[in-house]
């Protein structure tokens, strides 16, 4: 199913004298015509941010929790890794009757290999 482009977008005129009247306000255009008000709501953004940032400055450093405090916790030592492994013991049931193992040696520290007996 194919569908002509023209067919996708009704042709609009413009509205009577629309064009001149556009023309003639493009060739009056000047540069900016309120140099002062666009001077003035700069300095007020820059105020606003400057404002902004020393309020949350003074709020980061009025806090109770030392810096290094959650650099030192246990938390985030093992969620990196630097917290030693401790294995978890192993459970093998079958029909409800648990079963002993024996752990074998691996060449990988981080692979446990198991017997059931």
Do not use: C, K
Request: hydrophobic letters at 45%.
């Amino acid at each position: 199913m194919q569908i002509e482009p023209e067919s996708l977008f009704e042709l609009l005129e413009p509205p009577p004298g629309g064009v001149e009247r556009m023309r003639a306000r493009l060739a009056g255009a000047s540069g900016v015509r309120h140099p002062v008000g666009l001077v003035a709501s700069s300095v007020l953004a820059v105020a606003a941010i400057v404002a902004l940032l020393a309020v949350l400055s003074t709020e980061v450093r009025n806090r109770d929790v030392p810096d290094n405090a959650m650099l030192a916790s246990p938390e985030l030592d093992r969620l990196l890794g630097r917290e030693e492994r401790r294995p978890v013991p192993l459970t093998v049931e079958r029909n409800g009757q648990p079963l002993r193992t024996e752990e074998l040696p691996s060449s990988d520290p981080l692979v446990r290999i198991y017997r059931v007996l």
